[in-house]
C-alpha cells in the first residue's frame, strides 16, 4: 500500500508539471515506520522517481518522531541519500515522540509539523501557545520552515501568523478532498498568488 500511495504521488505531480498553474505544488506523502525501515527504501524511491519523471524536489516525505527508536543512524543515512536527489522531509506530530534535540539537529530535514493536539487549544491555554511559540522558534532557528496541522478558526491562525508561522494545514481552508474536486478548487482560484497562497495550507497537502 505505502508504495502505491508514491507511485500514485509521483504520478500525480509529473501531470501537474505539465500545468502552469499546478507545477508548483508539492506533495506529501505519509511514511509508515515499517515501510521506511524496509532495507530497499530508498531503492523504491528513487526506482518510483525514475519511472514516473516526477521532480524530486516537490515531493516530501513526513517521517514520525517514533521511527527514530529504531537506529536512528540508518534513517539519517537513507533520509541523506535521497536528499542528494532533492527530496525533502517533514517530521509530522512534532512534540509528542520521542525525539530528542541531540537527533533532531542531525536529521537533515527541511520542515517540522506542529501537532494538532497543541493547535487546538492554544487560544485558550497557555502552555499550548507557549509551545507552539517554542516549537516556532526552535524550527526557525534550524534554518526549517514550519507547518501547524489542525487549524480550524482565524484566531489560530493569527496567533500563528504573529509568531512567524506561515504555512497552515487544516478545515479553515479545506477539508481533505478528492483529486478532482481539489482541481476544480484550484480552477475557481483566479490568480498564480492565489494559488500558492491557499495551496500551501489545506489539508490535502
Known amino acids: 500500500m505505502g508504495l502505491w500511495v508514491l507511485e500514485s504521488a509521483c504520478q500525480q505531480l ?17 511514511v509508515s515506520a515499517k515501510q521506511f525501515h524496509q532495507a ?28 527514530l527508536l529504531e537506529s536512528v543512524e540508518a534513517v539519517i543515512y537513507k533520509m541523506t541519500e535521497l536528499k542528494k536527489v532533492g527530496v525533502r522531509f517533514s517530521l509530522d506530530d512534532f512534540g509528542i515522540g520521542y525525539s530528542s534535540l541531540a537527533y533532531l539537529k542531525r536529521l537533515p530535514l527541511d520542515q517540522l509539523k ?53 504555512q497552515y494545514q487544516g478545515y479553515l481552508f479545506s477539508k481533505p478532498l478528492p483529486l478532482d474536486a481539489f482541481e476544480h478548487l484550484l480552477d475557481e482560484l483566479v490568480s498564480p498568488d492565489q494559488v500558492f497562497g491557499v495551496l500551501t495550507r489545506p489539508a490535502l497537502l
Open 14 to 30: 509529473k501531470v501537474w508539471e505539465a500545468d502552469s498553474r499546478k507545477r508548483h505544488l508539492t506533495l506529501a506523502v505519509n
Open 40 to 67: 530497499d527504501f530508498v531503492h523504491q524511491v528513487l526506482r518510483v522517481l525514475e519511472l514516473t519523471g516526477a521532480d524530486p524536489v516537490k515531493l516530501k516525505l513526513e517521517l514520525t518522531e517514533s521511527m
Open 114 to 166: 506542529i501537532d494538532q493536539s497543541f493547535v487546538r487549544d492554544l487560544s485558550i491555554d497557555a502552555n499550548d501557545a507557549a509551545i507552539v511559540r517554542a516549537v516556532i522558534v526552535l524550527g526557525n532557528s534550524l534554518g526549517l520552515s514550519v507547518i501547524a496541522e489542525g487549524v480550524e478558526t482565524p484566531e489560530q491562525r493569527n496567533f500563528l501568523a504573529v509568531h512567524g508561522c506561515t
